[in-house]
């Protein structure tokens, strides 16, 4: 907000960490908060994270990390979305980029594990859209030029109460280059020493200013290569059966990764698995292999098997394209015109393995055939089912992308004079659309159709069957897209006491569609699942806040806003902070608040969509639910072996529920921000925050494995729009989201800054640290509450920086740690008689918890500034090359831990 208010206050710079604790502080800045410090200039009102209020940055009663330019630069890192997920708030992982996928070119946060869509993300300090690909509650991080961010505010804390919906796990707020002067030129490169996940990007800053106002502008072009699975060995198949895993001859399918059972396969009328040829399946082409489904759980079973990891990506490829403009016109000294534009173009390329599918024969009896290599086909007949990789119409599931995000903000600000207020008014449209094109897929009637005209799926050469492949083969093609409407105004003045007050409110309507391809809406698309989802509605906000200085040391403030949705209903969230210093070298804060998050347009109107998802049936598996098989003398033995069991895909249809309600929060921070320099004699400062939040009303969409625990444990009822099907064949189960129980969290966020003369130069340190106490959560939907962190919950995270600068020479290393875990759940057996049903950690057959590995990431830069008003940085970003953290199965969690391997970076900045 433009403000003609007096100047702040001004205080030791150290205090600044009343408001701000600085993630990644480098040595460059530490001179420059060296300058100040002596200097202990004069600050002017701005308007901090977490407050409507325009205040001195050196106030504030809320945590707030600062990430500044050479913060971000310092990591090493080439966008917004992968210095976010260095960050140690990013405890539980943030979803990245996944290949093949409609989701294939977005990237989110998600603060504390609480969620991306309790996460907000905002665009100099108002709200951004949601993207249709993410339901339109999470925010495409992929969509914000790199090149033009001059710092990034996180609020660790809730604010729904000065935000609205989303905020419940924190707010990100994505500060864009403004009243830049000069022009910059970037050119840099990450090269990775593994195949695949280049990155390069060129980009253009530059600004002018004159009496009458300013304009900034950026250019940016930015590519990131597709790495597919082949590529890094930790994705590549494996099977470690030996003679120590099998049972009667056969192998275990749980030593193996990576392989499908929908290759070649028929499925007789009896459940009898056989497969196509009874001799190597590598007949049928690249990824189709022999004896992995020969399994002792399957005894007399045979299969093809098809490796899926030799032709899927892991990663999407990335094009990014971005401008941005921000333009100011001074109208006189209190009144002035704003303007913002930001267009992002990216486009993605992903690769699925070639689509698989279940199906009835329909065709005529085909007898038995032996091959001219000797090799036998079986016998495929009326009755029977097949499990086919239909490789014959593509190489994989191609998904080419294109984003669009247009965004462009108008307004005025300024102050009244006669009234003494400061005021804004602005409008943002906002228009964010996915254009997908699909290919590979498998149109289930000419399948049929091929059936009927004489098709043999059996034979290896499908070439005589050329025109009945090419009537199979089908696209995939999807448009989405979010259109965003939004008023913001507000008044601030100056109250009784030196108080301050902040009065305003939002205008908002939001259109979201999901337009699915109609033969995808109609079932007959194999390898591709979405209904078409739709809706708009219509968002009107009241809100305020008051800043009231009781003393000199103590300040109180209190947020309240009222929102009312057009389509579930309304909600009020309050907001209680204090902050008190009692010297000069000592802040203690605390807050109280609630929040919520609404519905998605996307939960409360998209129509079914069909999947195949993986579950243990219990109910099947131990032959009817709890009550039936309990007194079963062998009960607890039969329930771990269902457990320990292979999973199996079986048909769900994936629906929407009108009725959902607001899930809502209550958050409580308290704690204190300690400068330390006179006590000590050197330049260190520390802050730390206790949190705790609690969710209710949990909006969750009840998955297919979720609704197996339910109908087995007989609370299905407690739950609306669930459906379990005996036959999922030929009734598929349902299920939807729903709001039900609570989960909650408590931690401690510690962060220690430190600089100091060291020699000829100036050494700083910066360590951040987020500890999880307990996060209490649930293995089903029926269990009771327990603390995740003894579990697959991260108890903590933290990452530091170390820079040194000499003259135009400096040095910067950077790492964040992940500590061990245990791998993964299961059901606590002995808890079931209780009705508890809690989780307990995965244990080997001598009790021995499976766990996962540490991980550490380093990336080490050295940058020179030249003569000639340039900056060469080189560097290694995962300097040594640490893999990702994997389990006992070679697998990992992709949403936490990076898997591009060492990269080499050059970097050139040049300004005129």
Not at 778 to 797: I, V
Request: proline letters at 3%; a negative charge.
């Amino acid at each position: 907000m433009y403000t003609n208010s007096k100047l702040a206050k001004s205080v030791r710079l150290a205090l600044m960490y009343g408001a701000t604790a600085t993630a990644f502080t480098g040595a460059s800045v530490a001179v420059a908060q060296d300058q100040e410090q002596e200097e202990a200039a004069a600050v002017e009102r701005i308007q901090v994270t977490g407050s409507r209020l325009n205040r001195s940055a050196l106030e504030g009663a809320t945590p707030v990390t600062v990430i500044n330019r050479e913060d971000i630069d310092a990591t090493g890192f080439a966008s917004v979305a992968d210095v976010l997920r260095s960050s140690s708030f990013n405890v539980s992982g943030s979803f990245r980029e996944d290949s093949g996928t409609t989701a294939q070119g977005q990237a989110t946060m998600n603060l504390r594990g609480l969620g991306s869509n309790r996460t907000l993300v905002l665009l100099n300090g108002r709200r951004m859209p949601g993207s249709p690909v993410l339901d339109g509650q999470s925010q495409n991080l992929n969509a914000i030029p790199f090149a033009a961010v001059e710092r990034i505010e996180i609020l660790s804390d809730g604010a729904s109460a000065v935000y609205g919906s989303d905020a419940i796990g924190g707010v990100i707020n994505i500060i864009l280059r403004s009243d830049f002067e000069g022009v910059e030129l970037t050119a840099s490169t990450n090269i990775s020493d593994q195949e695949g996940g280049d990155e390069r990007g060129f980009s253009v800053v530059g600004g002018f200013s004159g009496d009458r106002g300013n304009i900034t502008y950026a250019l940016e072009k930015s590519r990131r290569d597709i790495i597919w699975a082949r590529d890094r060995d930790y994705f590549q198949s494996f099977d470690r059966n030996d003679d120590s895993t099998q049972v009667d001859g056969l192998p275990d399918f749980n030593q193996t990764s990576g392989y499908s059972q929908a290759a070649r396969t028929i499925i007789r009328p009896d459940g009898q698995y056989v497969a196509m040829t009874d001799g190597d399946c590598s007949i049928y082409g690249e990824g189709h292999v022999s004896g992995v489904f020969a399994d002792s759980a399957w005894p007399g079973d045979t299969s093809c098997a098809y490796d899926f990891t030799e032709i899927m990506a892991e990663t999407a490829s990335l094009d990014s394209y971005n401008i941005f403009l921000d333009a100011t016109y001074n109208i006189d000294d209190n009144h002035r015109f704003i303007s913002r534009a930001l267009y992002n173009r990216t486009n993605s390329f992903g690769r699925y393995a070639p689509a698989a599918g279940a199906f009835g024969w329909t065709g005529p009896a085909l007898a038995e055939e032996t091959l001219d290599n000797g090799q036998t086909l079986a016998a495929l007949n009326p009755g029977d089912s097949v499990l086919y990789r239909f490789d014959i119409t593509g190489p994989g599931r191609d998904t080419d992308q294109n984003d669009y995000v247009t965004d462009i903000t108008l307004g005025f600000e300024g102050y009244i004079t006669n009234l003494d207020l400061d005021y804004e008014l602005t409008y943002t449209r906002n228009l964010y659309e996915m254009h997908e094109w699909g290919d590979g897929y498998v149109n289930t009637q000419g399948l049929a159709a091929a059936a009927d005209a004489g098709w043999d799926p059996r034979q290896p050469d499908q070439s005589e069957y050329s025109t009945l492949v090419g009537d199979m083969r089908e696209n995939a093609n999807r448009r989405a897209s979010m259109v965003t409407d939004r008023i913001d105004f507000g008044l601030q003045g100056q109250g009784p006491m030196d108080s301050m007050f902040f009065v305003g409110g939002e205008i908002r309507n939001e259109t979201y569609n999901d337009q699915a391809q109609s033969q995808a809406e109609a079932g007959n698309i194999l390898g591709t699942s979405g209904g078409t989802s739709g809706g708009s509605r219509e968002i009107r906000a009241l809100f305020g806040e008051v800043s009231v200085p009781l003393t000199l040391d103590l300040e109180l403030d209190f947020a309240l806003r009222y929102d009312d949705y057009s389509d579930f209903g309304d909600n009020v969230s309050y907001k209680f902070s204090g902050r008190w210093q009692p010297t000069n070298d000592l802040v203690v804060r605390a807050s109280y608040g609630t929040g919520f998050r609404a519905p998605s347009l996307d939960m409360l109107f998209q129509q079914p969509s069909q999947a195949f998802a993986f579950g243990r049936n219990l109910v099947s598996c131990m032959g009817g639910t709890f009550s039936e098989v309990s007194a079963d003398p062998d009960f607890t033995n039969d329930i771990q072996g269902c457990l320990e069991g292979p999973e199996r895909q079986e048909q769900t249809f994936f629906g929407a529920n009108q009725n959902l309600d607001a899930e809502t929060s209550k958050q409580f921070v308290v704690g204190a921000v300690y400068d330390a320099t006179d006590l000590t004699g050197t330049n260190l400062s520390f802050s730390a925050d206790y949190y705790w939040t609690e969710i209710e009303d949990t909006i969750t969409t009840i998955g297919v494995q979720d609704l197996y625990w339910v109908t087995f444990m007989e609370t299905v009822e407690q739950f609306e729009g669930l459906e379990y099907s005996d036959n999922h064949n030929v009734i598929p189960h349902s299920v939807q989201p729903t709001n039900f129980r609570s989960f909650d969290t408590s931690g401690i966020d510690l962060n220690i800054n430190w600089f100091d003369d060291v020699g000829p130069g100036v050494l700083t340190t910066d360590f951040n640290l987020s500890y999880v106490l307990e996060y209490n959560s649930l293995f089903t939907p029926g269990s009771a509450l327990q603390d995740y962190t003894k579990l697959t919950q991260n108890e903590y995270r933290f990452d530091v920086q170390v820079g040194y600068t000499v003259g135009n020479h400096s040095v910067n290393l950077f790492s964040y740690f992940i500590p061990g875990r245990c791998q993964s759940t299961t059901l606590n057996v002995a808890s079931v008689e209780t009705g508890e049903f809690l989780a307990e950690c995965l244990r080997d057959s001598d009790g021995n918890k499976y766990k996962v590995s540490s991980y550490a990431h380093h990336s080490l830069q050295y940058a020179y500034e030249t003569q000639w008003n340039s900056r060469v940085t080189v560097g290694i970003n995962n300097l040594t090359d640490e893999k990702p953290a994997l389990d006992r199965n070679d697998e990992f969690n992709k949403n936490l831990y990076p898997f591009v391997g060492r990269q080499f970076m050059l970097r050139y900045t040049q300004r005129f």
